[in-house]
């Protein structure tokens, strides 16, 4: 069974548009992040949410808005894509004080 | 904010020497230190952590130390196996468990 799981794993798209990346984790975690890693590897915290409260929010346009509309699932949706907005995103969960399991990624392409 | 640096980015060993990966973070807050492994195309795993009351934990192949005066902390492979290579990531956490990643160490056994 996966422990926590994104979809889409691949999103391709043009600028401009709108687009949503779903996670779930089944493991009972009541914490959940966004990560984003860019071409060079670098990851770097965006949100963290614990029991569907945001506690972490970074330096992130508002055009990226995080929803969690409960303990086992936190969204991430992005408005207006620009060129920039391309990397691999990871969500992951955590009963401990950094992440535990991250998601398999969702590589985000903007043309 | 906190800043953590690691060294090597790259570094190949033969099959059965040890691996050792360093970095050093700023922020004397920090009281957590993880070790990710991140392998090709998939999300990092957290593979062994370090509190700042330790100064040093082992578990089979891997150890971590960490030097809390100096700001340095530690990661050593021994007898590595060509399923070690992946890309490594220490990491530092503090206030607010705000997670600071490195860059990120390419690791490379060669059998």
């Known amino acids: 069974d996966t422990a926590v799981s994104q979809t889409p794993k691949y999103l391709v798209t043009q600028m401009g548009n709108d687009k949503s990346i779903k996670c779930e984790q089944n493991?009972?975690?009541?914490?959940m992040y966004w990560y984003k890693q860019d071409s060079k590897k670098f990851l770097k915290i965006m949100f963290s949410?614990?029991?569907?409260?945001?506690?972490i929010n970074e330096t992130v346009p508002n055009r990226f808005s995080p929803k969690s509309p409960d303990k086992a699932h936190l969204n991430l949706h992005i408005n207006s894509l620009e060129l920039g907005d391309s990397a691999v995103y990871f969500c992951?969960?955590?009963?401990?004080?950094?992440?535990?399991?991250f998601g398999p990624g969702t590589r985000l392409t903007v043309l | 904010g906190e800043n953590v640096e690691q060294h090597p980015s790259t570094l190949s060993v033969q099959e059965g020497d040890s691996a050792v990966i360093k970095c050093t973070y700023s922020?004397?807050?920090?009281?957590?230190f993880p070790w990710y492994k991140q392998e090709l195309g998939k999300g990092p795993q957290l593979i062994i952590d370090?509190?700042?009351?330790?100064g040093e934990k082992k578990d089979q192949r891997i150890a971590v130390t960490l030097n809390k005066t100096a700001k340095h902390f530690s990661l050593h492979i021994t007898e590595t196996q060509p399923e070690d290579s992946a890309v490594y990531f220490c990491?530092?956490?503090?206030?607010?468990?705000?997670?600071?990643f490195g860059t990120g160490t390419k690791l490379q056994v060669i059998p």
């Open positions: 992951a969960s955590s009963s401990l004080a950094v992440p535990e399991f």
């Open positions: 493991l009972g975690h009541d914490t």
């Open positions: 949410y614990n029991n569907k409260e945001l506690i």
């Open positions: 922020d004397s807050a920090s009281n957590y």
């Open positions: 370090i509190r700042s009351n330790v």
């Open positions: 990491a530092a956490s503090g206030v607010y468990q705000k997670v600071t």
